[in-house]
Every structure is written in C-alpha cells, then in structure tokens.
C-alpha cells in the first residue's frame, strides 16, 4: 500500500474539514489488472490497465440532520484534491437535511486486520502471457471434447487486483489490498444446423484455487453439448429444479428484498415481516464477510465497521436485514457491516459471502425424486417485482421425466410469486458452489407454472 | 461539431498536441500493426436524487484517461490509464503494441492527424448540463414530487432523480483520424408507488432524457406527462390480474415496445458475432428474417436522442443503416475491426463505455418504420391475446436466437376489446423466426422517451428504441394462469 494514497485520503478528509464539514469519509480504489481473451487458436485481446479513484462525502450539520454529498475523481493532484473537497462541502450545503444521515457512531475495525486469504504475493508477478496459455488450454481442450464444438465466444482470462484506503473524520483510517483471478470458456456445438452455446468458468482470489484450465474447457464444452437439440414445452404447471448456479440467483433476490434500503422504503415483498417464517424450513442463508479467501471477503466494510457473520434466514425464519449504518438509523437497529461502497457513490447495502447450507440430498437423487418437472440451468431477463414478489423470467435447462433427464429446453418462461416459492421449497442438494459471492445448493420449487408451445 | 472543442480542450488541459500524439502513435506502429489508436476522455457527471420528500444527497463525478490500442489481423491489444500524460501514454503504447509481436502482416505507419469532416452537430447546447446550478435541479425533483402526490391519495412514497453529463471525447488514429466530439446527457426518472386497499403496493417507473439542455427537462410540458404516467401506471397495477400463460396473440404498443427489435435483431446483427459466426444470423445477408412490411433501421443521426451519436468510439461519423428491408436481412452494424475483417465499411456503430473499455460494435437507436395499418383497428382484430405498452429491460441468446423482454403495463385483449390489466410478464421469442410472424404494422411509429442503455460484454452505453404498433402471432407469454 502506498503511502501516497493514504496521504491522499488523509488530505481530503482535512481539507473537507477545513471547508467547514462537520464529518466525512473517504475511500481510494486504485488497482490494476490484465485480461485476455484466445478464441480457437488466435488471440483476440490482450488488456492491461491502471485505475486510481478518490470518492469524498462531505457532511454538514444542521438543526434537524445532515446534509451531504458526496464527489470522486481520477486526478489525485493536491490542487484537485483541494477543490474536490471545497466543491463536495457546498455541494452538501444544498441538500436537505436529513436526521439519519451520518458516520457510524463507532465501534471501528481493527486496523491491521487478521489474514483473510484475499491474495497470494506470489501472483502478484502473473504475466500476461501465462494468463494467455491458461485461456489456450480452455480453449483447447472444450475444441478437442467433441467433433461438434465447432466454434466459440472464446476463452477469456483475466486477473486483477485492488487496493482500498478508507479514512474518515472520526479517526478510523485502514486499508486493505485483495487479488481476484478467473478463467472463462464459452464454446458453441452444432449439430443439425443448430447452434447452442454455453460457458463455464472458475474465479479465485489466488491463481493456485482456479480449477484447471483443461476441466474449465471440457466442462463448458459438455454444458454447450447437453443444449443440443433443445426444445419448448407445453404449458404446465410442473416441479422446477435450480441448479447451484440459477438458485444462487434467486438468493441473490432475496438479498435485495431483505436490504435495509429496500425495507424502510417498502419496496420489498418483506418489509415488516422480520421473525416471520417467509420461507420452507429446509432453507437457512448466512452472509459472512471473514469467510477465508472469499469473494465477498474484506475486514471492514464500506464505512470502517468489521465485517461479520450474519443469519439472514434460520430453517426458513427471516432473522436479519442487511444494513448499513443508514438505513439501520431509518429501521432503529443497529448496522450488520454490509456498507457496500464503491470510490464515487454513497454507502449503500450489499452482500458479502452469502449462501444457503447444503441439505441432505444429492442433485441426482432430487432428479431421480420427480417424476416429471424442468431442471433450470440458465434464467434470462429481468422479470422480478421485489414489490409484489412476482417472478417470470426466461428459462433454459433439462426436461425431467419419471426421475430422468429425457431432452433439453428452451424457450419457455417459469412464473409464480417468489414469497411463495420460497415456501414451496421442498428440496435442497448437498453442491453447494461457490462461483461468486452468493452461492447456493440446487433448489427444487414444488410448483410453478412453465409457460411454452 | 464543425469545429471540434475537444482537442483544444486536451491539448489545453493535458499537455498533448497533435506533433506529439503523431510520435506517440508511430511508437505502436513500430512492431507490425495494422491499425493503432488513441482515445481520451474527460467526463463529468452529477446527480441528485429525491426520496422522502427531500433531496438528501448530490453526487459529482470526474472521469478521465486515455486508452491506447494496437490492431494486427484479429488481434487487439490494448492498454489504458487515467493519467493522462505523454509518459503514460508511451508506457500505454508498449503495452499495446506487444500483443502484435507474432502478427504476419501490417506495415502501416502514422499518416499526419487531420480533421475529420462530419455534419452538423447533433446535440448543440446552450449550456452545459453539468454547469446548471444544483438548486434548479433539486426544485425540479420537489416540483415532481408534489405533483405526483396531488395526482391521486393512493401515491405513498416518489423517488426521482436527475442525472446530468458531459464527455468529452478526441480520437486520435494511425491514418489520420482525428475527431473529437462533445456529448451532454441528462436524464430524468420518477418512480412512485401506490398503496391500495388491503395494503397491496405497486410501483411504476418512467423516465426521460437525451442530448439536448437541462432547461428541456424542466418545461411542464416534459416533466408533467412523465409524472402522470408513473402515477397511472401504479394505480393501474393495483387492480391487475394474474397474466396468461403460453402462445398466444400478441400486440405491442408504440415507442419502447421497440425494446423487441433490440433483443430479437439488433444483437444478432452486430458485426463481431457475424465474423465470428456465433449468431443465429450469419450468413444470412439477402435471406428473408421478418415478414413483408417489415423494415429496420439504425440511425446514430437522430438529432438530440440518447442514441444518437455525432461520431462513433473510433472517430467514425455514425448513419443511418438499413438492417432489415422490407422482410429482407440488408446490413450489419459494424466497427472498424470487423468491417475490415469482413471486407464491409464501417457504420458508425464501434462504441464504448468509456476510455476503460474496447470498442465493439454497438447499436444507436433501432427502430421499425411505420406502417399503414390503423393501430385501434389493431387491436380490434384481436379475438384473444396480450396487448404490451410499457416493458422493463430484455435479453438475448444471441446464438440460439432465444430474447425475452418484461412487460410493466399490459392487458388482456378479448374479442378485440381491451379487457383487465395484467401482472407484469416475461415474453419469450426466437429472433430469427419473430419478425416473420408480424401480421399488422401500425401507422404510428414512436420512439422512445430516452432512457434505454444496453449492456454487452459487461459494458452499459445509452441507445434508443422505436415501434409503430405491431400484431406478432404466437408469441410465449410467461404469466401463471393456464
């Protein structure tokens, strides 16, 4: 971590002061990154970039409140760091305001945080033409799967890493720095003069956690291939099946309802229902920002405060929002540390490693379990009301009949209320996969409505 | 734009002139490089936003950098950096021009920078819209505010904001490109929810925008329509009913129901899927896509649209591009890379989100021509179906040729009337088959309002969309009720 960019921070929160905020906070997210992509046997591109914000939110007491605002930029001279904060301190003035705006009251992390498995200082030095010989084995090796992979998006590689300072004016200044790398393959198969495409891919926070680049080709190879030949259904009302992958979608959902913003402001289905069982009792989600080598994973959150380990849901009991220190104020509770904050925006709320505990069964024995249903493995489109609950999205993935997979599917759309799906929940598989921050089990919902031909 | 500001605005603030930009640009061209450019930018963005009833917070944003690419066959290499300084840049350029090592051929080297000549300017302004005092901007969101909340006692909570920008934008390329562009941007969104008896709460959105002045936004006569929709729209839903499910008759309203062209075609005909083969339509130019009728335009050239570009990511001058004429597929939207890769002519359509990112080709605004047919008429020939008005966002396979689209407003159609108002619904189609089951094409095309940003690659640039209203037979409507 340079000492620059702590200065930079420091500078800032002082020259707001001096500007006559009666708060502020700041955050620096500089890094940089490589990325490439090989398609066949050429390489398409190769990036490498440099990356450097500073975001500023001033605050200024009022009778009734705060008032506040917030600016960033790329230039981190002392002259534009100077008029940054002069121009964040009467931009401030011009807001309302607002009673629950405001630092966290305290109760700062540690600032030499414990080792949280964020990088390895050995990849540090990964050059790009590794990261090219690692696209060239995936992409290599989904071509040489099957005579029918006969194209691709390509195989993408890429690694980054970031570095965060956060200061405020209460005294907390910590800094973190974290590595993330990935590897992705998107092969196409052909066959009857149609063509199916679908990808795979792995990310890591160090370069020895990706799976190998060979499986990542095969494996995306075998997923474009089981597309072939896919087809809609009649309209009905069957089981769907999410696997690890859709059903960390639908976690992802849930997140968003139960966020302390979404909450005081009643855009979600769940507002008021905190304690309430909302969900199948074979379901419990736990969002833990420590968790080792996580993506999600860091030692204070977007205003300083630790990271840590929350139960969202406990066998379908709704037991926490996630909150970060404004809308904790607007709720009258206490942050849980998921301030999500990006160098140019306002504190807001976010996820940090979220998930569901595995259940009993595997994927196969939920499969072999229904007689007839549609096991979903990709969902596409927008179509949830966090309001109201009601879901309709597009859908591809694997018709299930008498406990076995029989053809795949697509165009068809899956609809229903997610409040209820939550409660029709009746099965949950032991693969619990970590892909991303959110993750889950596969999820069979007993019923919803499949609409096709 | 006759007379670009923004190179003198660069030159000015960052020190680069064209001498040396010309030096910089031959360091890329030293290794076998076909093609090599520089792209700067500096950006300004604020917003404020409402909630509550008050305007809590304003935000102001500075962007700036420079990206430099190396092109050598297929291969793109490129570098970027916010700091924008010759030493940066040459660092940049090594970085770039590595990638063309092991290339076969190219031989290029810098020709001297000259003006490129494009039309008049798109989007003059009188000011800019990051310039306009805060203060008028946070009356405008209170002024909304009230007037939704007098609209009808069932509104309970109004969000808005106002989102202004300025880029600016210099492209700097190995034949002598040289073009600079200034775009302002402003937006307005109102989102409000209502609460009906029993508690049920719905919530609509509409916004607005383009490139012309702030002082636009702030007419009655924009912002009011705006507000009585979302406030309509709300209440409407309140009263909505479960939405069919399956194949049935669909009519799509004028205007952002256009946001079907996007997903269903637009996609499929950009330029990189086409050379690389991965779309459902390659190889298809001449063949028959969409029904007799049926004509598909991208136009960059709209005056002061979102979509609307004066030139395009790469110095290129945008145009209007006939994708689909007459049910006849007639063009792709194309970049330099893969115009030159598939011997076409650029099109105007290499856009990017920002100096951070690649060029790829990228639509503008994408719209239907109208048609003759009577749009109530339309409707009346309906027996039974789905008639579509307002949509959220969409999506599309662009190798299978699956899209779907999400619609916020739409009614049950019964023995050609207009029967109850349906829960929000996913529609579900084949791109390459759609626009051959179109059967009515309204006399009433309509753009949208200027508020559609499209997402590819992980990168978000502003388009538009347009529709006359449209009868589609057998279209799969994702709703619960058999």
């Known amino acids: 971590m340079s000492g620059a960019e702590r200065d930079a921070v420091a500078k800032a929160l002082a020259r707001a002061r001096a500007a006559g ?41 009022g009778t009734r409140g705060m008032r506040s605002a917030i600016t960033s930029t790329s230039d981190l001279s002392p002259e534009a760091i100077d008029r940054m904060a002069d121009e964040t301190v009467a931009l401030a003035r011009a807001t309302a305001e607002d009673p629950a705006a405001g630092l966290p009251d305290g109760g700062f992390a540690e600032t030499a945080p414990e080792d949280l498995g964020l990088g390895a200082a050995e990849d540090r030095s990964v050059s790009i033409e590794a990261r090219i010989d690692d696209a060239r084995a995936a992409e290599a090796a989904a071509r040489a799967r099957d005579p029918r992979i006969v194209n691709s998006e390509g195989s993408q590689a890429a690694s980054d890493f970031r570095r965060v300072v956060y200061g405020n004016s209460l005294g907390f200044l910590g800094s973190y720095e974290s590595a993330t790398h990935s590897l992705t393959c998107e092969p196409l198969a052909r066959e009857n003069g149609s063509m199916q495409r679908d990808s795979w891919f792995s990310v890591a926070r160090r370069l020895a956690a990706l799976e190998q680049p060979a499986a990542v080709g095969r494996r995306a190879a075998e997923r474009a291939l089981r597309r072939l030949g896919a087809r809609s259904v009649p309209t009905c009302e069957v089981p769907v ?105 306002a504190p807001s709320v976010g996820a940090t490693n979220l998930w569901i505990e595995p ?18 493995t990709e969902l596409i489109g927008m179509g949830f009301n966090p309001v109201t609950g009601d879901y309709s999205r597009g859908a591809a993935g694997l018709w299930i009949e008498n406990g076995e997979i029989v053809h795949p599917v697509e165009e068809v759309t899956i609809a229903g209320n997610f409040g209820q799906m939550l409660r029709d929940v009746d099965a949950v598989g032991t693969d619990l996969l970590w892909l991303g921050r959110i993750a889950s089990p596969t999820l069979r919902v007993a019923r919803m409505t499949v609409a096709g031909r | 734009m006759s007379e670009p500001r923004s190179p003198t605005f660069f030159r000015e603030r960052f020190g680069v002139d064209e001498q040396s930009l010309a030096r910089v640009l031959d360091g890329a061209l030293e290794r076998k490089v076909d093609y090599a450019d520089l792209y700067f930018e500096y950006a300004t963005q604020d917003s404020v936003a409402l909630e509550e009833g008050i305007v809590k917070s304003g935000d ?76 008028r901007k946070i009356d405008l969101l209170g ?38 562009d200034e775009r302002p941007l402003v937006r307005l969104n109102v989102q409000v929810m209502a609460e009906g008896p029993g508690g049920r709460r719905e919530i609509a959105y509409q916004g607005m925008g383009g490139r012309y002045d702030f002082a636009q936004l702030e007419e009655p006569s924009a912002w009011h329509p ?59 130019l001449g063949q028959r896509v969409a029904a007799d009728g049926v004509t598909v335009i991208d136009d960059g050239t709209i005056p002061a649209r979102r979509g609307s570009l004066n030139i395009d990511d790469e110095g290129t001058p945008t145009q209007r591009t006939v994708l689909i004429e007459n049910g006849v597929l007639r063009g792709y939207l194309q970049d330099r890379l893969n115009a030159r890769l598939m011997g076409m002519s650029p099109t105007g359509n290499g856009r990017r989100e920002s100096y951070a990112h690649l060029p790829m080709p990228r639509m503008t605004n994408t719209f239907m021509l109208a048609g003759e047919d009577d749009p109530e008429e339309i409707l009346r020939g309906v027996d039974r179906g789905l008639y579509a008005v307002s949509f959220g966002g969409g999506q599309v396979d662009i190798t299978s040729g699956k899209f779907v689209f999400s619609a916020n407003e739409a009614y049950r159609i019964e023995n050609g009337r207009l029967g109850a108002p349906v829960k929000g619904a996913t529609l579900i189609g084949n791109g390459p088959d759609v626009l051959l089951r179109v059967t009515r094409i309204g006399n009433d095309l309509r753009l949208d309002r200027g508020v559609g940003t499209c997402g590819k690659d992980g990168q978000s640039v502003p388009v538009g969309v347009g529709l006359p209203t449209l009868r589609i037979e057998e279209l799969t409507v994702g709703g619960t009720e058999g």
């Open chain 1, 21 to 61: 905020a009666d708060a502020a906070d700041a955050v620096l997210a500089a890094g940089d990154s490589l990325e490439t992509r090989v398609r066949g046997a050429e390489i398409d591109f190769v990036v490498q970039a440099r990356q450097r914000t500073l975001g500023l939110r001033a605050l200024v007491r």
């Open chain 1, 241 to 345: 099946l999410f696997d690890p992958i859709t059903a960390a979608s639908l976690l992802g959902q849930l997140a968003g309802c139960a966020s302390g913003y979404a909450v005081y402001r009643k855009t979600s289905f769940l507002a008021g229902r905190l304690g309430e069982e909302i969900a199948s009792p074979l379901l419990s989600a736990i969002d833990d920002g420590r968790r080792p080598g996580g993506l999600g994973t860091r030692p204070f959150d977007g205003e300083g405060l630790p990271t840590r380990r929350n139960v969202l849901l406990l066998r379908g009991r709704l037991t926490s929002w996630l909150l970060d220190s404004y809308s904790a104020r607007k709720l009258g509770l206490a942050s849980t540390g998921n301030a999500a904050r990006s160098a140019g925006s």
């Open chain 1, 359 to 376: 259940g009993a069964r595997t994927q196969d024995e939920i499969i072999a379990d229904t007689r007839r249903g549609l096991l979903v």
């Open chain 2, 60 to 135: 102001r944003h500075v962007e700036q950098g420079v990206g430099v690419r190396a092109q050598a066959g297929e291969r793109q290499g490129y570098a970027h950096t916010d700091e924008i300084d010759l030493e940066s840049l040459r660092l940049a350029t090594a970085s770039a021009r590595a990638i063309a090592q092991h290339a076969a051929q190219g031989s290029a080297r810098a020709a001297l920078p000259r003006r490129t000549d494009a039309g008049p300017d798109l989007y003059p302004i009188v000011s800019s819209p990051t310039d306009v005092p805060v203060a």
């Open chain 2, 143 to 180: 002024a909304i505010d009230a007037r939704a909340r007098a609209r009808d006692p069932r509104i309970v909570q109004v969000m808005a904001s106002c989102v202004a920008e300025h880029r600016r934008v210099l492209v700097v390329g190995s034949d002598g490109t040289f073009a600079g």
């Open chain 2, 226 to 284: 705006l507000v009585d929709e979302a406030v309509r729209i709300a209440c409407l839903n309140l009263d909505s009913v479960p939405c069919p499910a399956g194949a049935m008759t669909v009519v799509l309203g004028p205007g952002w129901p256009g946001i079907l062209l996007h997903e269903a075609v637009g996609h499929g005909l950009e330029g990189d899927f086409n050379r690389k083969k991965t779309s459902a339509f390659a190889d298809r």
